[in-house]
């Protein structure tokens, strides 16, 4: 398919067999507090993996180690052929292609939704105003908000503002996306509404990881479920096998609390 042709929410490479993340032995502490014991992790292009686990089992900080917002102490991350912490211009083209949604929505709040949006392609990769502006309307047409290109953030329920947040991800042309419980902050009757863009992107074949405790989601879209516990991944594979046969005691011990 041409990029002319190819919605706003596709990928726009064809899949191949390597990986497009690779950890190996990733280890983060937090001064004298291991977050981050050992973790081996591949994800492929296309697919939707859905890492769950208790609070404070190591989910967001693995995910925030994968786009360098924080350093770890031990072994190796590599994203779309970029190694992390190599080089400040490593981390320069990992950033470049891979997009980040985050619990607390971070939308610039003195900003109008189109103008979140388009600031990024036209600092960064230098878009004119004109295009920049056509590519937004495109989105948000795709996350379900056409007709709010002049709203301001404080105009918007927590759930439009994430959907903002997602359309200004996604105008980057990621490869690769990033969310870290984006619904966690989020009234019960917006939840949808952001699970429902995200459906969206997984039937476009995006690919994704995504940190969450909506274990209905992660049943309906992953590929393959991870869950971890204290730092370690306990059990993967895919959701009939994690979420409706887990091998594991102690996966069983959390989906008998959360289900």
Request: hydrophobic share 40%; charged share 25%; glycine share 8%.
């Amino acid at each position: 398919m041409s990029s002319a042709a190819r919605s706003p929410l596709s990928p726009n490479d064809q899949t191949t067999d390597e990986p497009v993340v690779t950890v190996r032995g990733l280890h983060k502490h937090f001064k004298q507090h291991e977050v981050l014991k050992g973790i081996d992790l591949d994800v492929f292009q296309n697919q939707v993996v859905c890492v769950l686990g208790p609070s404070g089992s190591g989910k967001s900080t693995l995910l925030r180690c994968l786009n360098g917002l924080e350093e770890f102490d031990g072994g190796t991350v590599s994203v779309l052929g970029h190694q992390v912490g190599k080089s400040h211009a490593e981390l320069q083209a990992v950033r470049r292609k891979t997009g980040m949604v985050f619990q607390s929505f971070n939308v610039f709040p003195h900003l109008s939704v189109i103008d979140n949006i388009t600031l990024a392609p036209r600092k960064v990769k230098k878009t004119p105003t004109a295009a920049a502006s056509e590519r937004a309307r495109e989105l948000l047409g795709q996350v379900k908000l056409e007709g709010r290109e002049s709203a301001y953030p404080s105009q918007l329920s927590g759930g439009q503002q994430q959907r903002v947040a997602i359309a200004r991800a996604l105008a980057m042309d990621p490869k690769l996306m990033l969310f870290d419980e984006p619904t966690s902050a989020l009234d019960p009757e917006t939840i949808g509404e952001v699970l429902s863009v995200m459906r969206d992107l997984a039937t476009a074949g995006m690919t994704m990881i995504i940190v969450t405790h909506e274990i209905g989601f992660a049943r309906e879209v992953a590929d393959r479920v991870v869950f971890m516990d204290d730092g370690v991944v306990i059990e993967t594979g895919t959701p009939t096998e994690v979420l409706g046969e887990p091998k594991m005691e102690r996966t069983k011990m959390f989906l008998n609390k959360v289900l």
